[in-house]
């Protein structure tokens, strides 16, 4: 199931030592997408927290615009936090 957010969802982001903010456009079971400012690299392992979830995952690709990177995380492990409303209207 791919969740996106109705409104902007911060994420921190955490690969080692260096900490930066991104925005959530999508989360699913496998994958994590998000936009930030901050350079990282395929491959990268890096940590992320947010309100409503934290866990650990690995750049699997790299899309830049600018002076935004989106990346594409594989999740390595993930937890939920109470609190996160899922819509399923179809």
């Known amino acids: 199931m791919k969740i996106e957010p109705m409104q902007p969802t911060l994420v921190t982001v955490s690969h080692e030592g260096n900490n930066g903010l991104a925005n959530l456009i999508y989360i699913n079971q496998e ?29 699997k690709t790299v ?17 939920y936090r109470r609190g996160i409303v899922i819509d399923e209207v179809l």
């Open 31 to 59: 994958e994590l997408s998000i936009n930030s400012t901050l350079s990282l690299e395929t491959g990268n392992h890096i940590e992320f927290y947010s309100h409503y979830f934290f866990g650990r995952g690995v750049i």
């Open 63 to 79: 899309f830049h615009q600018l002076y935004q990177y989106q990346y594409r995380l594989f999740i390595e492990e993930i937890h």
